[in-house]
Structures are given as C-alpha cells and as structure tokens.
C-alpha cells in the first residue's frame, strides 16, 4: 500500500518543490512532513498557510485512496481549513483521516501539527472523488 | 497602495517558490497569478489544488488588507475550496475580492481562473482577521 | 419546472414549518422566502441562523435540480455558510445559483438578503449530489 | 452552567419550534436533541439536513459560550457541514465541541448521531465570535 502511495506521491512535483514527506501510509490514515524553510513562508516568516493546506489536502486525498480499488484515482472536491495556531514551528506534520469511504465519495479529516505532533496548528474536513486513474 | 502589499507580498518565500506575480491591487481587490511549471503539479502533472489555494488565500488576505488601517496586518481564519474544473491550463490566476470589511473580520471571495481568465477553475470563500503588525 | 419543484418543495415538512414559500423557480436559480416569527429566533430576537441555513440550502439544491433530468432528485454532500450581518429583518430572502452542473455533483452559490434584497445577511457555496428518486 | 445556557436556549423560539430539548451542558460541550416529527421533513420524509445543522450549531455556539466570560455572548461567525449518512432516525442528537477557545474566536466541531448515538449523520466545523451581551 505504501508503494501504491509512494508512486502517486512522487508523481506531485509540488510535494517535492515543498521539500514534503510521506512518512505513514495505513488504511484510512496518510501522513505528510516538510520541515521549515524560508522558500515556505508567510509575511510573518512563519509556514504559509498554503503549505499547511497543500500537505493536509495531499494527506486527506491518499487516505481516501487507501479505501478505492487498485485501479482508482481520487481528486479534491472540496476542503475547509481552520487555522488554530501561528505555524511557527521547525516541521510541519499533516495527517489525513478517512471518516467516510464511499464509492463515489469519501470524507476526510486533516490534522496540522507541528514538530511535536502536540499543538493543533490547522484542521481540515475535505470531500474527494474517486475517478478512473 | 500596491506598494504596501508588494512589501508584504515580496517577505512571502512561498509566493517566490510558487513563481507567483502580483498583477492587481485595488482597493478590496487582489489579483495574483502563476505560470504553469513542473514543480507545482499533482499527480496527473496539472497545478496542484496547493498551487490555486496558496494564490487565492493571499489575494483574498491582501484584498482584505487594503480596507484596513495602516499599521494592521491580515491573518487567515479559515476558508473553504471548491475545485470545479482540473486546473489544466499555462496559468492560474487569482481574484481575492472583499465582500465584508468589519474592524474585526473580514469576508473574502477568491477566484481561481485559467490563464484565458475565462473558466473558473476553484472557488474560495475566506475569514480573515485584522491583526496588528 | 416550477410544478416539479413546487412538487418536492411541498414534501418538505420542514419548510411548511418554517413558513417558506417557493418564489422564483428558474433554469439554474431558485428563491424562496421567510417572513419573520417568533418562532424562528435565536437569543436575540433575530432569525436562527438555522433558518437562513435551511432555506438557503433547499433554494441551492432545488436550483441544482431545475439542471438534472426529470427522474433525477438532489441531496447535499456539504455546505458552509458565512454569516455576515444579524438576520434582524421582516422577511428572509434566499436566493442559490448553480455555478457549475456536472452529472454528479453540482455546485451552488447562496445569498440570504433582507427584506429589501439589498443587504446580503449569509453566504453559502454548497456541494449537491444527483441520485435516483 | 447549565442554568446559564439554558436561559439562552429557552430565548430561542427556532428550538421550540423544532422540539429540541437541551440534554447536556459541561465546560466546552452542549450536546442537544431533536425527536423525529413530519414538521422536520425533506422531500423523501427524513430530518431535513436544515434540522441536523439549527442543533449542532446551536450546540457549537453554546459549547464556545461556556467557556466564555459570564457577561459575553456568541454569535455564529461561520460554519461548514458535511452530510455523511441519511438522516433516518427517530432522534437527533447533536453534539458541540469546542477544540480553541480564543478571546475573540473560538473553533468548534459539531456531530450530529442518530438515536443511537453511533451513526454519524452529519459532522460540522464551526467558528463563533465572542460579543458582548
């Protein structure tokens, strides 16, 4: 299951370009890391809240993918994302959550921590799609 | 004006790392855009939902900061993204638009254009709160 | 095509309740109001949230209808509402649009107004799904 | 505290209206309840998706405002609320969590059960603003 992730994964030139890793891959559970650099940051110098999004999307999406048959794809549909905390942090970490699998549409949620994986940073609810890869 | 967002726009690693321009500034009114590279794709090689959520979240932040005093600053509270077409295109570009400007709050609408600026490719509604710089 | 959402409109318990009524039945778009009752408030007099909610949701989602087949119904996946200015007004008025029509999923833009049309009391984006009546 | 929230939901004619009764009130949790009656109804004779989110968000604000100053009032800032399952049963129960409780804003998450308590019909998001009373 990892390998099936990991192949999609390497895929995202962005996931790259953020210096992003996959670091879990379990059913219904995905999650994400990138550690802190200035080419991620807001005004503030803190992490971007479109780096917390991208990671907690691409985690949430994965999730779903651990759910489909072999031959799916999935895509975001749509996802809402409260920010809680500043993301001040040396290591951004997303997970994504499976609440609901079904055969057209899965719900998940997302988690953004930071490098202690203690302070809630952001929390995402996310709609994906599966689709014909 | 545009040079008090620009300064803000410029201390953005993110927007640097995604290759995006600030094009428009008015008042309630931010446009951004980002070339088309193969460091900012998804899987199936076309902008990452990332890519178009990073843009449209800072030009709804920035066109909630041209409504505010001076000395303020702007910070993301939460949104929501609706993906309506595959973000297949040379170009995305972003419209951040006011639609409420409060002391507190402010209530922004993004859109993420193709590069024709013709199909709307994903939709934002975001909160933002007005912070002291 | 205002009989057959008049039709479902009808079955809706929860509309009759709230005193709502069908107004505008369009290709795309439906409006349907609420005069004010004190059974209708929250703590300070004012509209529930709830019912700009409720009306705003079944206007968008018999919108998204008006675009299906005849033998087609709609359900929503999700919404999020914005609430913008108190619902202290004699008559709600909801107005959802479709932005875009696909075969499963649809996506609608909803406006609850005041009594005057003219001041924009909540907004809404919400996610539909077309099934089997 | 649970005098305090219930003065403030008797105040709220939408909750009569609806038969909602107000079952648990602890430091940042209200969980509330709705029987099923045909005057709560969508067009196929279940809870209409309007019913799920009135409670939950009325559980949301509640659960923000105990942890809120005596004199301080909420009010709902916005939410999002997605439908996982049918809501087919003969009671809603909704409950309201807050996960940050600001000076200004607070997060919360609201969870909508059938009378069992184990299905999950509907799962929102909420962001409520402190006001003065």
């Keep these: 299951m990892f390998e099936r992730i990991k192949k999609s ?3 995202q030139g962005l996931m790259q370009t953020l210096g992003a890793e996959l670091v879990v891959v379990e059913e219904g559970l995905v999650k994400i890391s990138v550690p802190f650099n200035q080419t991620l940051t807001q005004q503030h110098g803190f992490f971007h809240a479109g780096v917390s999004t991208s990671i907690v999307d691409t985690a949430c999406g994965f999730a779903a993918l651990t759910m489909m048959a072999n031959d799916a794809d999935v895509l975001s549909v749509e996802f809402k994302v409260n920010f809680l905390k500043p993301a001040k942090t040396s290591k951004l970490v997303a997970n994504g959550k499976v609440i ?9 949620e997302g988690y953004v921590y930071d490098s202690s994986e203690n302070m ?5 609810t996310a709609t994906m799609i599966t689709v014909k890869s």
Tied chains: 1, 2, 3, 4.
């Design 9 to 11: 994964f390497d895929k």
């Design 100 to 108: 609901q699998s079904g055969k057209t549409l899965s719900v998940c």
């Design 120 to 124: 809630l940073i952001a929390k995402m």
